[in-house]
């Protein structure tokens, strides 16, 4: 029987020969290190007063029009599959977030670029505009 002391047992050695050495070459975006440092944000909102603009922040409530997780995420495949049949030109406008297409189809005000990219019916040639009723995409 082996019983272990600080006198027969060194730990160092047991970690070297057993522990997970990563030696790879790491895979995290280097670049962003300087944006994403937590000091650097800090500081930014002390000067200016302001979160960074793509900051989100999690969301919770009630969903009670979908019924479970399943639902929900077919919703979301299908969403994602409906905007992949978008032209890459249009999608990249969105920067490929199918999000930000639908916050700009939701705002009143960008109703003529939606009918020039092709979101919206036509204006009807009596000149009396329509609900602005999404077509099928």
């Given at each position: 029987?082996?019983?272990?002391?600080?006198f027969n047992y060194d730990r160092d050695v047991?970690?070297?020969e057993t522990g997970l050495m990563c030696l790879d070459d790491s895979l995290a975006l280097q670049s962003a290190e300087e944006e994403s440092n937590i000091n650097t944000i800090v500081?930014?909102?002390g000067l200016t007063g302001e979160l960074p603009s793509d900051l989100r922040m999690p969301q919770s409530g009630e969903f009670h029009d979908i019924p479970d997780f399943h639902a929900a995420m077919n919703i979301i495949r299908k969403t994602q599959e409906e905007f992949l049949r978008v032209p890459a030109d249009v999608r990249a406008r969105f920067n490929n977030d199918p999000q930000r297409?639908?916050?700009?189809?939701?705002?009143e005000s960008n109703r003529d670029e939606a009918r020039k990219l092709g979101f919206l019916n036509p204006v009807p040639a009596s000149g009396t505009p329509?609900?602005?009723?999404p077509q099928a995409v």
């Open positions: 029987m082996f019983l272990r002391s600080s047991v970690s070297s500081r930014k909102f297409l639908m916050s700009f189809l939701d705002d329509d609900a602005g009723a």
